[in-house]
């Protein structure tokens, strides 16, 4: 992601309905865990994840390739450490908990970063990822965005399974505006992160609100959420 694009994202995640209700999800995940333990929020960027994380009772690390993004969550309170998915610099069995939100789609060898969650992870700790779905939906936001690939389910649960994970659920999430999303993507000429109006914002969180309470999770979506443990 370019630098402008890091600061924008910073700017609207709190208010916007897309950042608001993936990180309600995040929080309903983490509910699910028996007892809080040791995080790392992997492509931290401005650490909205982290900070639920946290809200949450985990002690958590963020961790941030670039250095753009890692200055902005540094400005936000939130302490980082810089490294690369496919090498973490942590010990091996560490963790309990690693989340990685919108980073494997980014990564070429993404094999190497899912084998590494395996690592730090101790045994029966939990991996929490999500990756853009579906190749059909690529347009210029992806490129503007430095996306190498979109999943499908087999894709990511087959990523996900050789780096040596059990998968535990797989799910699509943002189905009900699946339609806008390839309108709007079809037109793209770059990345349609920005601040929505108001309005705007408040009849879209309804509809993703929705999909909380209905049976869509196994419908094609924007977004792929998977769940998994180490053995």
Not at 171 to 193: A, T, Y
């Amino acid at each position: 992601m370019e630098a402008a694009e890091l600061r924008t994202l910073a700017e609207v995640e709190d208010r916007h309905w897309w950042y608001k209700e993936r990180r309600s999800l995040l929080a309903r995940e983490l509910r699910r865990l028996p007892k809080p333990g040791l995080a790392l929020d992997i492509g931290a960027a401005g650490g909205g994840n982290t900070r639920v994380l946290r809200a949450h009772g985990w002690r958590s690390v963020a961790l941030e390739y670039a250095p753009t993004a890692a200055q902005v969550a540094r400005e936000r309170g939130i302490d980082v450490v810089r490294g690369d998915a496919r090498e973490l610099p942590l010990r091996t069995g560490s963790l309990d908990l690693v989340t990685a939100f919108d980073v494997l789609e980014h990564i070429e060898e993404d094999y190497l970063a899912t084998a590494e969650i395996t690592r730090v992870l101790r045994p029966g700790g939990t991996a929490l990822i999500a990756v853009p779905a579906d190749m059909a939906l690529w347009s210029a936001h992806d490129e503007a965005v430095n996306h190498v690939r979109r999943y499908d389910r087999h894709s990511l649960t087959e990523v996900i399974a050789k780096g040596g994970l059990v998968i535990e659920d797989v799910w699509s999430w943002n189905v009900l505006l699946r339609p806008v999303v390839k309108l709007r993507r079809k037109s793209s000429e770059g990345s349609d992160l920005d601040d929505v109006n108001p309005i705007i914002n408040t009849g879209l969180t309804a509809i993703i609100v929705a999909e909380r309470y209905l049976p869509v999770k196994s419908l094609p979506g924007v977004t792929l959420f998977l769940r998994a443990r180490r053995p």
